[in-house]
C-alpha cells in the first residue's frame, strides 16, 4: 500500500526553526517527483516547494525562498522541508505529495498520493 507520512511539526517562535520529514511506504520514491504544499485555516492549500525525482531540480514558492530548503534521500524513502526564519504567517497544516514522474522538472501539476499533514504553528 502507498503511504506517506509526515512529522516534525510543532509550535515554534517566530525567527525559529523546524524540519519536516515525510516517510514514503509501499513503491519506490526514485520515479516519483515529490512536493510540500500547506493549508492554513480559511486559505486554499498552497505548493511550497517541490524536488525532481533525482533530486537535482527544486522550485520554491516566493514567500519561503531563502529560508527553506527542500531535499530528499531515496535510499532512505524521505523527504524534507528544512525551515528557517520562520514567521507566523508560515502557520498551516503541511502536507507531502508523490507523482508519478521521474523527468528533470521539479514540480508537476498534478500528485497522486498525499499524506495526513502535520501542524506547524509559529507564534510567540
Known amino acids: 500500500q ?27 520514491l526514485e520515479y516519483y517527483a515529490m512536493a510540500w504544499f ?7 492549500r498552497e505548493g511550497v516547494s517541490c524536488i525532481s525525482a533525482s533530486g ?11 529560508r527553506f530548503t527542500i531535499s530528499r534521500d531515496n535510499a532512505k524513502k524521505r523527504m ?3 525551515m528557517n526564519s520562520l514567521k507566523p504567517e508560515d ?6 505529495a508523490a507523482a508519478i514522474y521521474s523527468g528533470s522538472y521539479p514540480c ?3 500528485y497522486d498520493y498525499w499524506g495526513q499533514g502535520t501542524q506547524v504553528t509559529v507564534s510567540s
Open 2 to 28: 502507498l503511504q506517506l507520512v509526515e512529522s516534525g511539526g510543532g509550535v515554534v517562535q517566530p525567527g525559529g526553526s523546524l524540519r519536516l520529514s515525510c516517510a514514503a511506504s509501499g513503491f519506490t
Open 38 to 44: 500547506r493549508q492554513a485555516p480559511g486559505k486554499e
Open 56 to 66: 537535482g531540480s527544486t522550485n520554491y514558492t516566493d514567500s519561503v525562498k531563502g
Open 80 to 82: 524534507y522541508l528544512q
Open 91 to 96: 502557520t498551516a497544516t503541511y502536507y507531502c
Open 108 to 110: 508537476v501539476p498534478y
